[in-house]
């Protein structure tokens, strides 16, 4: 799997300031169509994944369900995170790519 490189690009495109994350923020970028892909914690509430689900759908965006939110929060440099939003074609695509790979 290629659980290491999916959390290095994430690390990556946060450093680069192309990575928003919990719930308000990632809302306010699938809403103003500027969010390309979402990451869901494994470990969210069903409750939480239909939400984001039905919300990428609408967007026509890819949302990927990969690791706890203490994970998920980590390689952001965040405290737990349920959801993760990117901002940046180049790093969607390398990271759809990694989660097709897997």
Known sequence: MNKTKILNLL???QRANKVVSGDFAVTKA??????????VAEDASEETKKN????????????????DREELGHCIGKDFRAVAAIMDKGFADALSKLFEDR
């Not at 699938?30 to 990451?39: D, N, P, S, T």
């Not at 039905?54 to 967007?59: P, T, V």
């Open 11 to 13: 690390s990556m495109a």
């Open 30 to 39: 699938v809403q103003g169509r500027k969010a390309l892909l979402m990451i």
């Open 52 to 67: 984001y689900q039905r919300m990428a759908d609408d967007a026509e965006i890819n949302v990927y369900y990969l690791f």
